[in-house]
């Protein structure tokens, strides 16, 4: 039922959207919902969502840090979060129309800036806690004002564009390594060089920097660039490459190796566009009109994952002419036009629009509920991980910045008539023996009691947005299985250049809903050296493999095995025994062992006259025990005194291995003492005083057959793996002892 209508009207859950001068009732199902303005204290034109959840808005010098999941802001003053508005913070350097880009541990690399530019490298940590850490680099570079910063599948970063001045560097794309030393992290592409513009229209056109006149071409401010499945970067044209008399760009790829390259990779007439999005690998979607030309509807999309030369395809038009707005990729694969205006009424209020499926030709652009303010020029967005949409800033009249942000929902967040849509939920994210890590090209499994009606399973990189482009969306969808009722058995992308080095959101899709993103970070298997698909320190981790050196390599590719060194007696050398009446030892080595056989240990006493008694090895049981709950690390063994007892309290007895099999060479003096309870290698009072706080425990009757704790106390004197009474009337059968000195002719231990 259409009614006419001269106004808008709000509802919960329920909204009207004005069509030709009539309102149609739709529900947050069909058109989505936006959620309250909220104050920020500044003008959002960048917004960042970084590793753990929270947005990094900022314009200039301030900042502030928002938590969408508790719709509260870090409050520097207080060390807290607290609920909107938002109280900025103040940035090291001024940060106005910058480029961003995340590295692969998370962190965000920022280059330029300022009014004019500032030729400064700046990266901000988010921490573990707020507000995370800023750090200004000594790197210089020429300057980049309104640059792009594309994240490169070997974990660099490409920078791009700006405006600049005179010197001959900036006229070509350079690129930041990481984990190159400081002062030598940028490097330049000196046979990729560029035509520039130097920010005024009266001002000629240099193009005599670049080095084949037939490649020769204009780019200006955050040019559309995007990582190639094939290695190499896709430049997809800019928002403002289109102002007369500048010539038009055209769609090019970037080689990067040696000195760098362009080549031209477009078939057919180049197509403006305001924004552009990369919505699966090697595919991208542009559209809108050209900032300070005119507003556009028209919307198309390149398909490069085939050969050269690709074609820039008409797609479905928007509802709305607009420019200066963002397109958002969502969690189920469609795509949001948010923001952004037409220029032909004062403080336009355009709708966000919705397409579904780029690669379908029946999908059209619907038309979704009406934002609060008019959100244009300087605006930003970016996707949350809850599946929603944070839109934030813009300029009214193209002067006043509002200092708002609202959230959007989208309509799969709804159920039919309006209600919260029941959504999948990841349980946990597992690649061989790490949780969260997803390794190129190898499987992992996720976790999720709703396994059964996933329908897909996505990779998206958090946004990175400013002036109608986020310089870090990209979405990689995965190949997967069942895995039983449960269990997903999924493939991460094979390579970086499908999916940068760094922190993704995973979603899973469920009856056309989204999950809430469960965070990743998706790497390269750099530490295989069995080539068996698992990091070595996860075959060392689980027992798979020995690591008997602690080298962090398996012992398999370090030539075999190695000997097992030892890494803990108990008791130390020199000590009094652990047991009374059935002396136990034990002793932890640094990979796995085998079980001593006859011959392999000895145990003699210490003769006064630097000789040795018999021995005695055959009156003790040797035992390797496993030192954690998978049963894989045979790692400890047990030396435990038989009956009936051989050793003499107060004297010394020297443990000595003699042939045991990849095992070093160790030998062990102690001392018996059966009352010793403390291990002070004295009986007296502080040992009664021991035996009689524990006389009140009693301990079921194991036999002492190795039960961790049972077997190993002082207090039990008499060995029947209990502690009472008769422990405490047995110590006073040794009251009054005093250490026992080693004899003078075994100074020291040193195996023979």
Not at 542 to 550: K, Y
Request: charged residues 15%.
């Amino acid at each position: 039922m259409h009614t006419p209508v001269m106004k808008l009207l709000f509802s919960n859950p329920v909204c009207y959207l004005i069509v030709a001068a009539t309102v149609v009732a739709q529900t947050a199902d069909q058109n989505g919902q936006w959620g309250s303005l909220f104050e920020v204290g500044l003008t959002p034109i960048h917004s960042i969502v970084l590793r753990n959840g929270n947005v990094l808005s900022f314009h200039r010098y301030g900042y502030i840090l928002y938590d969408p999941l508790g719709h509260t802001c870090y409050d520097s003053a207080t060390n807290n979060w607290a609920s909107p508005p938002c109280v900025p913070m103040l940035a090291p350097i001024d940060l106005y129309c910058t480029g961003h880009a995340a590295l692969t541990d998370g962190r965000i690399l920022f280059h330029d800036g300022g009014s004019g530019g500032s030729q400064i490298t700046t990266i901000y940590d988010p921490g573990v806690q707020a507000p995370g850490a800023w750090n200004v680099l000594s790197e210089i570079t020429p300057l980049r004002f309104y640059p792009t910063c594309t994240a490169l599948g070997d974990g660099r970063i490409l920078l791009l564009a700006g405006e600049y001045n005179s010197t001959a560097a900036q006229f070509m794309p350079a690129v930041f390594n990481p984990n190159a030393p400081l002062g030598g992290q940028w490097s330049f592409l000196s046979g990729a060089r560029y035509c520039s513009w130097f920010g005024n229209l009266s001002e000629p056109i240099n193009c005599s920097q670049a080095p084949d006149p037939n490649l020769n071409f204009y780019t200006y401010w955050y040019p559309f660039m995007f990582q190639h499945t094939d290695g190499k970067v896709l430049y997809a044209g800019e928002n403002f490459a289109f102002v007369p008399p500048l010539p038009p760009v055209k769609t090019r790829r970037l080689n990067l190796t040696a000195t760098g390259s362009w080549e031209n990779v477009i078939s057919g007439n180049e197509i403006p566009g305001c924004s552009a999005v990369l919505y699966r690998p090697d595919k991208i979607v542009k559209g809108g009109g050209s900032s300070f030309v005119a507003p556009s509807d028209q919307v198309v999309k390149l398909d490069a994952t085939g050969t050269t030369p690709y074609v820039w395809q008409p797609i479905a038009s928007l509802n709305h002419a607009r420019t200066d707005f963002l397109l958002v990729v969502l969690p189920d694969g469609s795509v949001l036009a948010i923001s952004g205006d037409d220029y032909l009424v004062a403080n336009p209020l355009v709708p966000p629009e919705l397409l579904s499926n780029p690669d379908d030709p029946a999908s059209t652009w619907r038309l979704l509920a009406p934002p609060g303010p008019p959100r244009t020029a300087h605006s930003s967005a970016v996707l949350l991980p809850d599946g929603r949409v944070y839109a934030a800033g813009g300029l009214e009249n193209q002067t006043i910045g509002h200092t708002t942000a609202q959230i959007f929902s989208p309509p799969y967040l709804f159920a039919p008539g309006g209600g919260p849509a029941a959504r999948p939920v990841i349980d946990t994210v597992a690649s061989a023996c790490m949780a969260d890590v997803l390794y190129y090209g190898k499987p992992f499994t996720v976790t999720t009691a709703q396994a059964g009606t996933v329908t897909a399973v996505n990779l998206i990189r958090p946004g990175a947005a400013t002036h109608s482009f986020d310089q870090e969306q990209r979405f990689v969808p995965l190949s997967f299985s069942s895995g039983g009722s449960s269990t997903l058995n999924v493939t991460a992308p094979p390579n970086g250049n499908h999916a940068p080095p760094g922190y993704y959101m995973l979603f899973i899709v469920a009856g056309g809903v989204p999950s809430v993103a469960h965070w990743v970070h998706v790497k390269t298997l750099t530490a295989d050296c069995n080539n068996n698909g698992k990091d070595d320190q996860c075959d060392i981790g689980d027992g798979t493999s020995q690591d008997c050196e602690t080298s962090g390599v398996p012992d398999e590719c370090e030539g075999g095995a190695h000997i097992a060194r030892v890494v803990l007696h108990t008791p130390q050398d020199g000590h009094t025994l652990w047991r009374t009446h059935h002396n136990t030892m034990r002793h932890l080595f640094s990979c796995n062992v085998t079980t001593p056989v006859a011959g392999d240990f000895q145990v003699r006493e210490l003769w006064p006259n630097g000789q040795f008694g018999p021995d005695l090895s055959a009156s003790f049981a040797y035992t390797v025990e496993y030192t954690d709950d998978d049963m894989v690390k045979a790692r400890r063994l047990r030396i435990r005194e038989l009956d009936p007892p051989v050793l003499v309290h107060g004297k010394w007895y020297r443990f000595q291995n003699v042939g045991w099999d990849n095992v070093e060479t160790f030998c062990l003096d102690y001392q018996v003492q059966k009352a010793d309870a403390t291990g002070d290698a004295y009986v007296n009072g502080d040992d009664h005083t021991a035996i009689q706080s524990g006389i009140t425990t009693i301990w079921p009757v194991y036999g002492c057959l190795g039960i961790p704790g049972r077997d190993d106390s002082r207090l039990d004197i008499n060995g029947d793996c209990k502690i009472n009474a008769v422990d405490a009337g047995a110590f006073g059968g040794y009251e009054g002892s005093i250490p026992v000195e080693k004899p003078k002719y075994h100074p020291s231990c040193v195996p023979e």
